[in-house]
């Protein structure tokens, strides 16, 4: 997605720098993906989510009861409850996390006069900007728990105030500490691998390189 997107990238910002255009390609490719991502992972969520909530079903159970529009509902409206507070919290995600995960990564290779980071480092550089975003995004990420878990349907607007009228603003950040600490983690090892098995195929088919997104 990054190296099919990086030349319409540089057409828009021709008078741009380096670091605009690569900022703008990652911010761009990443949240693509996620819109993509998120047409398989709502459905999944919305199940898991009541699923837990309703701990006498299965998850089959909970499928089941969505796909007879059991609530009268309909199938888009239960199977993609909670889709515009997903997307709203995954593209500021992902235009936090990629964008600052490569700058880190530039930054400290720079640093140490190398072209590139080792894998153990791009970990590193993962944790941080996977907590960074996951921290900033939580407000987000509460906002679409409550929704999706709605038995009703109910305007993201209407949820805000009443959350707010009746928990307190600070409710916002709920989860915030667990939230950013197994996001770090999880930067870590995804990102960690993602530069490893990138630096083991660059080695071993120097065109690899050409092809990392």
């Known amino acids: 997605m990054k190296v099919k997107s990086r030349p319409y990238i540089s057409k828009l910002y021709s008078q741009g720098s380096e670091q605009l255009i690569d900022t703008t390609t990652h911010m761009l490719s990443?949240?693509?993906?996620?819109?993509?991502?998120?047409?398989?992972?709502?459905?999944?969520?919305?199940?898991?989510?009541?699923?837990?909530?309703?701990?006498?079903?299965?998850?089959?159970?909970?499928l089941q009861?969505?796909?007879?529009?059991?609530?009268?509902?309909?199938?888009?409206?239960?199977?993609?409850?909670?889709w515009s507070t997903t997307i709203m919290r995954e593209i500021p995600f992902t235009c936090i996390?990629?964008?600052?995960?490569?700058?880190?990564?530039?930054?400290?290779?720079?640093?140490?006069?190398?072209?590139q980071v080792e894998?153990?480092?791009?970990?590193?550089?993962?944790?941080?900007?996977?907590g960074i975003a996951a921290a900033t995004t939580t407000p987000l990420d509460f906002l679409k728990t409550r929704l999706?878990?709605?038995?009703?349907?109910?305007?993201?607007?209407?949820?805000?105030?009443?959350?707010?009228?009746?928990e307190g603003p600070a409710v916002f950040f709920s989860g915030v500490g667990p939230r950013t600490m197994w996001i770090s983690a999880g930067g870590a090892i995804f990102l960690g691998m993602y530069e490893t098995v990138h630096s083991l195929l660059s080695k071993s088919f120097p065109t690899a390189g050409e092809m990392r997104a």
């Open 119 to 130: 894998p153990w480092k791009g970990a590193i550089c993962g944790s941080i900007a996977g």
């Open 65 to 82: 009861s969505i796909l007879r529009n059991d609530n009268k509902e309909g199938l888009r409206k239960n199977l993609y409850r909670g």
């Open 30 to 62: 990443s949240s693509i993906g996620e819109i993509c991502a998120c047409l398989v992972r709502v459905p999944a969520e919305v199940v898991k989510q009541r699923t837990q909530v309703h701990s006498t079903n299965s998850s089959w159970q909970t």
């Open 148 to 166: 999706m878990l709605n038995k009703t349907t109910a305007s993201l607007g209407s949820v805000i105030i009443r959350i707010y009228r009746e």
């Open 97 to 115: 996390q990629f964008p600052l995960y490569e700058y880190l990564k530039k930054t400290w290779a720079k640093a140490n006069g190398q072209s």
